[in-house]
T-cell receptor, first 113, second 115 residues
């Protein structure tokens, strides 16, 4: 069985500062992908960043980057220069070869002006 | 690119009636489409996986006779909630996976209210 754990139900960050959202997972697969999705109040799921498990280099997308520790099964998301528009629910997900996502429970991010 | 539409965005129906939700990938072909249900302040719960031209695979605990899924083409999947009851009221989200990709692209969701 595969599991994804997001231990922070809610986080707050001051505008322009940096915040890190944690995610740990468990899988017996050797080949899989990891994702972070953002769900704003509109409830549209938006892909933030993806990481291929066989790649050691951490993925980055503009202000978003991940710290992928495969041995520790950890996949945290760092948001730099936080903006008000970053406020949302953030879901971590793993996709093994079946392509079915296993989602974490989500972290609500509040951005303080 | 990679846009998924969902229609309707919200629907109200009476108990005992059926309602159909459409999910379309607008600018890519989707080998696989997924249907999720999301309760307020909770994560997404996978209901079923559908591949074009074959029967959907339902997750444990999901009634396949109640939630009928049809994946008629590489760009269209439909979810029909049959004989809807108030407990079926929820937010339903579809997603589509392109042919050579691991990531899923999500539709904007459909809010179903059964009265």
């Amino acid at each position: 069985a595969q599991t994804v754990t997001q231990s922070q139900p809610e986080m707050s960050v001051q505008e322009a500062e940096t915040v890190t959202l944690s995610c740990t997972y468990d899988t017996s697969e050797s080949d899989y992908y990891l994702f972070w999705y953002k769900q704003p109040p509109s409830r549209q799921m938006i892909l933030v960043i993806r990481q291929e498990a066989y790649k050691q280099q951490n993925a980055t997308e503009n202000r978003f980057s991940v710290n992928f520790q495969k041995a520790a099964k950890s996949f945290s998301l760092k948001i730099s220069d936080s903006q008000l528009g970053d406020a949302a629910m953030y879901f971590c997900a793993i996709a093994p070869r079946t392509y079915k996502y296993i989602f974490g429970t989500g972290t609500r991010l509040k951005v303080l002006a | 690119g990679a846009v998924v539409s969902q229609h309707p965005s919200w629907v109200i129906c009476k108990s005992g009636t059926s309602v159909k939700i459409e999910c379309r990938s607008l600018d890519f072909q989707a080998t696989t489409m997924f249907w999720y249900r999301q309760f307020p302040k909770q994560s997404l719960m996978l209901m079923a996986t559908s591949n074009e031209g074959s029967k959907a695979t339902y997750e444990q605990g999901v009634e396949k006779d109640k939630f009928l899924i049809n994946h008629a083409s590489l760009t269209l999947s439909t979810l029909t909630v049959t004989s809807a009851h108030p407990e079926d009221s929820s937010f339903y989200i579809c997603s589509a996976r392109p042919l050579i990709a691991y990531e899923q692209y999500f539709g904007p969701g459909t809010r179903l209210t059964v009265t």
